[in-house]
């Protein structure tokens, strides 16, 4: 999965990514709690008004970084960080205040029709996923310092770091300007919502939304700013994953969870640049500008998956 997230990014022309403990011989507790500490060190790198974006080995990015810094500039209320948005408030129990109290969810009360936020399959994106997160540099190193101290003080350590960010979340989304992804305009998750993506080659201005439990349409204008601008647009005729509740293009999908596991492979073979996959990666191999920073080491596309099957 982490050589097909670092070819989605390089194919889409990301800066070259700077990968956290490759390779770490850490136990699978401490790896996980790497997710918090682990960006302490990319931290003093980072610039105040740099956009990071930091991700999951299991993230395919879709849509190019234009688009996203667009998307991420543009909002209607202006936000510091921006985290996934999820169907399932995990691990934390339903109980606590991490699940409860959040802000609700943007989305209509009727989106998926009388199933909504009954049903399972049609929850509301409301819970924070830990998987994909983006904002400002110095917003970013403030947010994961505090999380830092919060994992130190919390015995005994937790096995997953997604209950800890949901509490971060949860603590400090008024004061701090958090937001979750309602609408999957950045990153669309996959628990519980494999039915809710469809993949088109055909998307369009006039696209519109496609609830089928819904007696009314959600009336949200499909984003493709950045991508159909011009006539000659290479992104006309591009097969790209389409949340059809939201009328959303996420720039990225996460391949979460059991849902997600199962999907993986059919939805590789669906992202738009699958048919072009071996001319791409005999480029990549040959390019020594293609690849990433592992820590403060360069490493080709060669060194990191240059013996990896895409395939």
Same mark, same amino acid.
């Given at each position: 999965?982490?050589?097909?997230?670092?070819?989605? +990014?390089?194919?889409?022309?990301?800066?070259? *990514?700077?990968?956290?403990?490759?390779?770490?011989?850490?136990?699978?507790?401490?790896?996980?709690?790497?997710?918090?500490?682990?960006?302490?060190?990319?931290?003093?790198?980072?610039?105040?008004?740099?956009?990071?974006?930091?991700?999951?080995?299991?993230?395919?990015?879709?849509?190019? *970084?234009?688009?996203?810094?667009?998307?991420?500039?543009?909002?209607?209320?202006?936000?510091?960080?921006?985290?996934?948005?999820?169907?399932?408030?995990?691990?934390?129990?339903?109980?606590?205040?991490?699940?409860?109290?959040?802000?609700?969810?943007?989305?209509?009360?009727?989106?998926?029709?009388?199933?909504?936020?009954?049903?399972?399959?049609?929850?509301?994106?409301?819970?924070?996923?830990?998987? +994909?997160?983006?904002?400002?540099?110095?917003?970013?190193?403030?947010?994961?310092?505090?999380?830092?101290?919060?994992?130190?003080?919390?015995?005994?350590?937790?096995?997953?770091?997604?209950?800890?960010?949901?509490?971060?979340?949860?603590?400090?989304?008024?004061?701090?300007?958090?937001?979750?992804?309602?609408?999957?305009?950045?990153?669309?998750?996959?628990?519980?919502?494999?039915?809710?993506?469809?993949?088109?080659?055909?998307?369009?201005?006039?696209?519109?939304?496609?609830?089928?439990?819904?007696?009314?349409?959600?009336?949200?204008?499909?984003?493709?700013?950045?991508?159909?601008?011009?006539?000659?647009?290479?992104?006309?005729?591009?097969?790209? +994953?389409?949340?059809?509740?939201?009328?959303?293009?996420?720039?990225?999908?996460?391949?979460?969870?059991?849902?997600?596991?199962?999907?993986?492979? *059919?939805?590789?073979?669906?992202?738009?640049?699958?048919?072009?996959?071996?001319?791409?990666?005999?480029?990549?191999?040959?390019?020594?500008?293609?690849?990433?920073?592992?820590?403060?080491?360069?490493?080709?596309?060669?060194?990191?998956?240059?013996?990896?099957?895409?395939?």
């Amino acid at each position: 999965m982490f050589c097909r997230s670092l070819f989605s +990014a390089l194919v889409n022309k990301y800066p070259p *990514p700077t990968i956290i403990k490759l390779n770490d011989k850490s136990t699978a507790e401490e790896s996980e709690l790497n997710k918090i500490t682990g960006f302490s060190s990319i931290a003093d790198s980072l610039k105040a008004d740099d956009l990071v974006i930091y991700v999951a080995h299991d993230v395919w990015f879709q849509l190019p *970084p234009e688009v996203v810094q667009l998307r991420f500039e543009s909002m209607k209320k202006k936000k510091n960080v921006v985290w996934a948005a999820d169907k399932e408030c995990w691990p934390n129990h339903w109980s606590s205040k991490a699940c409860n109290w959040i802000p609700d969810s943007t989305l209509p009360t009727d989106i998926y029709g009388n199933k909504t936020d009954v049903d399972k399959l049609c929850y509301r994106p409301r819970w924070l996923n830990s998987g +994909a997160v983006l904002g400002r540099g110095d917003r970013m190193k403030k947010m994961f310092k505090y999380a830092t101290t919060k994992l130190s003080r919390t015995t005994p350590p937790p096995t997953t770091t997604q209950g800890i960010l949901a509490e971060v979340f949860q603590e400090r989304y008024k004061q701090e300007k958090y937001v979750l992804d309602y609408e999957s305009e950045f990153i669309q998750t996959m628990t519980k919502s494999v039915q809710d993506v469809m993949w088109s080659n055909d998307l369009h201005e006039g696209t519109l939304s496609s609830s089928p439990l819904s007696t009314r349409q959600y009336p949200k204008k499909i984003d493709l700013r950045g991508l159909l601008d011009e006539t000659n647009s290479p992104w006309r005729g591009r097969n790209l +994953a389409w949340n059809r509740i939201t009328n959303s293009v996420p720039a990225a999908i996460h391949l979460n969870g059991w849902d997600g596991e199962k999907i993986v492979e *059919p939805s590789w073979t669906k992202m738009w640049w699958f048919d072009e996959l071996l001319e791409i990666t005999e480029k990549m191999m040959k390019d020594e500008k293609a690849g990433a920073w592992v820590g403060e080491t360069w490493k080709s596309w060669n060194d990191l998956c240059g013996e990896i099957s895409l395939f």
